[in-house]
């Protein structure tokens, strides 16, 4: 009896979603309607922001591009998380990569779904040379005393620390930082408890300037005694001239992000339902198709290649092709959502969601890409509250939504 009250619910759906699809014209609408404005082929997506997440997104692209052949291209900008996650807010992204959480206090949330592609620690380095052996571990404290040093960075020596690392030298400690636009730079200092304002001084005491990206962080290292930098994970194998300094007694590897002193966390953000027409906007549809990609088993594998400890992929992408309008469950809502595309096509597949099933045609099977999923759940940060900056959604998909 309950297979048979199924069935015909679902068969009441699809005859109603027909009588729906049967009151419009039937051939190519595209253009007709005021939603399709923005819906195009080829389409152009727009992924600005993190530079530690920059080998992840170099390596995503070729294969999300090869996914929705032809016709998408994946126009990347290598700016640092906080001015990637500035242009989203601002519409001239699509998607923004960021190394570091996005702050709820100061608006970066807003109007954004976040979803945590990776995770990763800052790895603290020095060269591995001669002159730098005695150096095998630093305490948080130590890290704060050097970056919080101000002008006083100009004297400080590492036997001046406290507590001294063993061995510590009369040298002086010259410590280099990531520029003020990543997410890096910020997220650390954060993490050792030293102002923006403080950091400033030290780091333009010293007279270097500041690094763009981690790989030049590790260059730095390596190729200096007694520069002491911050890294990502990823860093550590082609930096083999860099030595990795414990802090408060662990050495970071992959498998203790989560007990490490100075964890990582990695996102991905897009814009929400409220800013932009994520059903018929070309470049949204195919930004949430980036980010489901990260969050798929392929994502994470290549993730994982990377050198970043993962998230492990949920069972359902997190913004799944079924869930047409987005408001969180598939219902006859959908449907009508196709039904008011049909006959639609282009050379791009899936350039619109009422393309469920991706072939480049709304259509009967689309239909059936409902149906099939019919009253399962959609949207993961549909309705999910606006969070504080210290954290996320832990659920399957790890979405922060503000």
């Not at 900008?77 to 206090?105: E, H, M, Q």
Request: charged share 15%.
């Amino acid at each position: 009896m309950k297979r048979l009250c199924i069935t015909l619910t679902m068969g009441a759906a699809l005859t109603m979603a027909i009588a729906m699809v049967g009151s419009l014209p039937v051939g190519s609408r595209h253009g007709t309607l005021s939603a399709d404005a923005a819906a195009s082929c080829p389409i152009t997506v727009r992924d600005n922001g993190s530079t530690t997440l920059q080998n992840i997104r170099f390596a995503a692209k070729p294969i999300v591009e090869s996914q929705w052949a032809p016709g998408t291209t994946i126009l990347q900008v290598i700016n640092g998380s906080g001015n990637g996650v500035s242009d989203l807010t601002a519409g001239n992204a699509d998607v923004a990569a960021s190394s570091r959480p996005l702050k709820f206090s100061n608006g970066e949330t807003t109007g954004k779904y976040v979803y945590q592609i990776a995770k990763d620690s800052f790895v603290i380095g020095v060269r591995n040379s001669p002159a730098m052996a005695w150096l095998t571990g630093l305490t948080k404290a130590n890290l704060k005393q050097i970056y919080d040093a101000q002008a006083s960075i100009s004297t400080l020596r590492w036997v001046d620390l406290v507590p001294p690392p063993a061995g510590a030298t009369t040298d002086l400690i010259v410590p280099r930082a990531r520029i003020t636009g990543s997410g890096s730079q910020p997220d650390f200092i954060s993490q050792i408890v030293v102002t923006p304002a403080s950091e400033a001084v030290t780091i333009s005491t010293t007279g270097l300037p500041r690094l763009v990206e981690a790989d030049e962080m590790a260059d730095a290292a390596e190729n200096n005694d007694n520069q002491i930098i911050y890294t990502s994970l990823a860093e550590i194998p082609s930096h083999p001239n860099m030595k990795v300094i414990a802090i408060d007694g662990v050495v970071p590897t992959v498998a203790n992000v989560s007990s490490y002193a100075l964890p990582r966390q990695m996102f991905v953000a897009v814009r929400d339902t409220a800013l932009v027409n994520r059903i018929d906007d070309s470049r949204q549809v195919r930004a949430d198709d980036w980010v489901n990609f990260l969050r798929s088993p392929a994502g994470d594998a290549l993730i994982a290649n990377e050198g970043y400890p993962t998230i492990p992929p949920a069972s359902v992408p997190p913004i799944p092709d079924w869930d047409v309008n987005l408001n969180g469950t598939t219902t006859l809502t959908d449907l009508g959502a196709v039904a008011a595309r049909w006959g639609q096509t282009s050379a791009c597949k899936g350039w619109i969601r009422a393309d469920v099933n991706n072939t480049g045609g709304v259509s009967l099977g689309d239909i059936g890409g409902v149906t099939s999923h019919w009253g399962q759940d959609g949207l993961i940060c549909n309705g999910v509250a606006s969070l504080p900056d210290t954290g996320y959604n832990p659920g399957t998909n790890n979405c922060q939504h503000g």
